[in-house]
């Protein structure tokens, strides 16, 4: 007899972090659709929800899944985040988190879904000058990983300016 509050999508919902929130939002009450390619998650992590099974970057098959679809905010953990990988394949590291969030972000927009909680990283600060990193500490990443986490950020900040869009980004 749980109210449903919200209806969310949690893309990398498979993952570690993901299916944790995926559990927490559901055990809060809260509807959630779950896209995850599975090329890291697991499906044995994910129950008793939707699942939607697509890689960030295949924008076709993306956009027929999401197309009409209503949710009233997406999280998204979907990314690859190693960052010894990240400097051996940084192309990788980009095209997954870069274009697949341009993908997943022009979907919501075509959509209007215009809440998004992004999952960064505090790796986009590089070596912090100070022992308590604030908001405005700088950002200087230092690996494929936390550029492409900063390129997102600061690319979110734009489609904000420029849209009814808005982004929450955690930097752990």
Request: hydrophobic fraction near 40%; aromatic fraction near 8%.
């Amino acid at each position: 007899n749980k109210k449903i509050i919200m209806k969310l999508l949690i893309t990398g919902g498979a993952g570690y972090i993901g299916s944790h929130m995926v559990r927490y939002a559901q055990e809060h009450g809260h509807d959630v659709v779950v896209l995850d390619d599975f090329s890291t998650g697991h499906d044995w992590a994910v129950r008793d929800c939707e699942i939607l099974q697509v890689n960030l970057l295949d924008q076709d098959k993306l956009s027929r899944l999401l197309k009409g679809r209503q949710f009233e905010g997406v999280i998204h953990f979907a990314a690859k985040s190693l960052v010894g990988e990240s400097v051996k394949k940084p192309v990788m590291y980009y095209q997954n988190n870069v274009t697949g969030t341009l993908n997943l972000v022009n979907e919501m927009l075509k959509n209007d879904i215009n809440k998004l909680v992004y999952s960064s990283t505090a790796a986009i600060f590089g070596h912090p000058v100070t022992d308590k990193i604030a908001e405005d500490h700088p950002k200087n990443p230092i690996n494929p990983y936390g550029q492409s986490k900063l390129m997102v950020e600061n690319l979110l900040q734009d489609i904000c300016l420029a849209n009814d869009f808005n982004v929450t980004c955690l930097r752990y």
